[in-house]
Each structure stands twice: as structure tokens, then as C-alpha cells.
């Protein structure tokens, strides 16, 4: 099952703006979240590394940042 989020219409919502105020969205996870939507729509056209160097330049980060953001194993965050 495929689950796609488009994430600049849910930025644009009230409530979205409102808990980002209040500092309840993580931007860094919200930042990773547009990296593997892009990741995923430029795969279609593109190769893994033209897409990933894309993406590092789209948002100022390295290759291996972006390759660590796509597919290094993560490990899920505690809440408490």
C-alpha cells in the first residue's frame, strides 16, 4: 500500500501554522519528509544520484546528508 501526503497543501492549513507556532511541528522531520516525497517523484525520471545531488542542492546540504536522509535506518524517538 502506497501512502502519499502533499505536504504543501497540509503546510498551509490553520491548524498546521498554529502548532508550528506553538513549536509542536519538528521542522527537521517536516524538512526530511519533502526530501523523500521529492526523492520519490524525481526517481520516476531521474537516477539515484542525479536525484539525490538534486536534492542537496535544492536544500543546501551535502550528498551523504541527503543519502543519510533517504536510507539510513532509523530508529524511532521516544516521546518522554
Same mark, same amino acid.
Given at each position: ?6 505536504i504543501s497543501?497540509?503546510?498551509t492549513?490553520p491548524?498546521?501554522?498554529?502548532l508550528q507556532s506553538f513549536? =509542536?511541528?519538528?521542522?527537521?522531520? $517536516?524538512r526530511n519528509l519533502? /526530501?523523500?516525497?521529492e526523492?520519490n517523484q524525481l #526517481? !520516476?525520471? &531521474?537516477?539515484r544520484t542525479?536525484?539525490?545531488?538534486? =536534492?542537496?542542492?535544492?536544500?543546501? $546540504?551535502?550528498y551523504d546528508? /541527503?543519502?543519510s536522509?533517504l536510507?539510513?535506518e #532509523? !530508529?524511532? &524517538?521516544?516521546v518522554?
Amino acid at each position: 500500500m502506497s501512502f502519499s501526503l502533499d505536504i504543501s497543501k497540509l503546510e498551509t492549513k490553520p491548524h498546521f501554522k498554529r502548532l508550528q507556532s506553538f513549536g =509542536l511541528i519538528d521542522s527537521i522531520a $517536516l524538512r526530511n519528509l519533502k /526530501i523523500k516525497s521529492e526523492y520519490n517523484q524525481l #526517481r !520516476k525520471s &531521474k537516477t539515484r544520484t542525479e536525484t539525490i545531488y538534486l =536534492l542537496a542542492e535544492k536544500y543546501h $546540504l551535502s550528498y551523504d546528508s /541527503i543519502w543519510s536522509i533517504l536510507f539510513r535506518e #532509523r !530508529k524511532i &524517538k521516544s516521546v518522554f
